[in-house]
């Protein structure tokens, strides 16, 4: 089946560091990328699309300057969190769209754990 | 997309069937009923998809009611593995937008 990768999984950093989180289709081209956040005990909640080529799409009330989202190639996303504080830690997950599948189906990466101290 | 409502959470026991209830009562005639579960700590599985058919995979079945205003995802033989939370999403597919918006879902814990 179709397998979605991220990296880190796991990142602890510095408050106003920036932190960089990547997303990779492994088996399948992807032009269409999701980005998601998830509080504890809360469910997810959409971001942004990001669209190889193109400019990200974000969702209402997501600052497109602290969360820089690049898709510069069918299988790679990578979403930057700038000048992070404690409050942006969260558990980040991405989702990619496989344009081989008759439903554009969505496969769902791992995750990225970020910790902000 | 339509809202869907679950319940909050849910208890099973191992090896029984788990029955897992979602209301759409406002699903439109070109959408979709897909089911994902989570796993703590874990990215979104998917587990099967329907417009008005039940539908049967290796996972689950999806039971969707003839005026597809409802539908219960059923695991015929709960597992400890199977505790996650279950997420039911209407949505258009395919559609250009292709967004997913997860509600909060149903915490479903399989007791030994």
């Known amino acids: 089946g179709a397998v979605v990768s991220q990296h880190p999984s796991w990142v602890i950093c510095k408050s106003g560091t920036s932190v960089k989180i990547e997303c990779r289709s492994l088996d399948f081209q992807a032009t269409t990328m999701f980005w998601y956040r998830q509080f504890p005990k809360q469910s997810l909640m959409l971001m942004a699309t990001?669209?190889?080529?193109?400019?990200?799409?974000?969702e209402q009330g997501v600052e497109k300057d602290k969360f820089l989202i690049n898709h510069a190639s069918l299988t790679l996303s990578t979403l930057t969190v700038t000048s992070a504080h404690p409050e942006d830690s969260s558990f980040y997950i991405c989702s990619a769209r496989d344009l081989g599948n008759i439903y554009n189906e969505q496969f769902f990466g791992p995750g990225t754990r970020l910790t902000v101290l | 997309d339509a809202k869907t409502t679950q319940p909050p959470s849910m208890d099973c026991a191992e090896g029984r069937a788990a029955n897992l209830p979602c209301n759409h009562s406002t699903i439109s005639g070109n959408e979709y009923v897909y089911w994902y579960r989570q796993i703590h700590s874990q990215g979104p599985q998917y587990i099967i998809h329907?417009?008005?058919n039940n539908e049967t995979n290796e996972m689950a079945s999806l039971i969707i009611t003839e005026d597809r205003k409802s539908s219960t995802l059923i695991l015929p033989h709960a597992t400890l593995r199977d505790t996650a939370v279950y997420y039911c999403i209407v949505r258009v597919a395919p559609d250009t937008g292709n967004q997913f918006y997860f509600g909060t879902g149903t915490s479903l814990t399989v007791i030994p």
């Open positions: 990001s669209n190889e080529g193109s400019k990200a799409t974000y």
């Open positions: 329907g417009l008005k």
